[in-house]
């Protein structure tokens, strides 16, 4: 699994980007605003793709190469809380 993750997790992150971001543009020229969080829905997107890029780097060594398998598991489940947790505050 975590050969997978360092081969594929950006580019997974890219999609969840890309589709919100089509859904955000689908909504607001072609369907005219009906979904509540359009422009949330921007953010949200852009947080997953960055959280999803900071971790491959980590599993691929970019980052933290200092520190030990610990801490870089610490570093990630900071992120993903991280990432979980902004993308509630934008909703809510």
Known sequence: MREWFKKHLGWLGFG????CTLL????????KNTIPIN?????IGFL???GTSS???IFNDKY???YSDKVKNGIIV???TT???????LIS
């Open 78 to 80: 900071f992120i993903a």
């Open 24 to 31: 955000f543009a689908l909504d607001k020229f072609m369907i």
């Open 39 to 43: 422009e949330e829905l921007l953010m």
């Open 64 to 66: 933290f190469t200092k």
């Open 48 to 50: 997953i793709m960055g």
């Open 83 to 89: 990432t979980i947790g902004m993308s509630y505050f």
């Open 16 to 19: 969840i980007w890309m589709t």
């Open 55 to 57: 971790i491959q780097g």
